[in-house]
Nanobody
């Protein structure tokens, strides 16, 4: 049973930085695409960044390219999202997610979310 637990959200001023973490358990990392999604009030959930099962490829939404970086520590089974130059429009609940085998932005597992507020 895959479990994902996010942490690291909070309140930050525009232009600031935050690093989100996602502790994963109950799965084989090499079999899953790992990603970050976000959902702002009144908006649909959107994929922000993803990293392929082998870790060699990454995906970023256009809105975060050049500002956000996804990475992983395989030994710790932890996924990270480094967020720099934050904007008010980045305010959302951020979710860690795992998708078996492929990165199609349709995860099989979700974390509970961590709130990021830029104000």
């Amino acid at each position: 049973h895959v479990q994902l637990v996010e942490s690291g959200g909070g309140l930050v001023q525009p232009g600031g930085s935050l690093r989100l973490s996602c502790a994963a358990s109950g799965y084989t990392r090499s079999a899953y695409c790992m990603g970050w999604f976000r959902q702002a009030p009144g908006k649909e959930r959107e994929g922000v960044a993803a990293i392929t099962p082998g870790g060699s490829g990454t995906y970023y939404a256009d809105s975060v390219k050049g500002r956000f970086t996804i990475s992983q520590d395989s030994a710790k089974k932890t996924l990270y999202l480094q967020m720099n130059s934050l904007k008010p429009e980045d305010t959302a609940m951020y979710y860690c997610a795992a998708e078996l085998r492929y990165c199609t932005l349709r995860p099989n597992y979700w974390g509970q979310g961590t709130q990021v507020t830029v104000s």
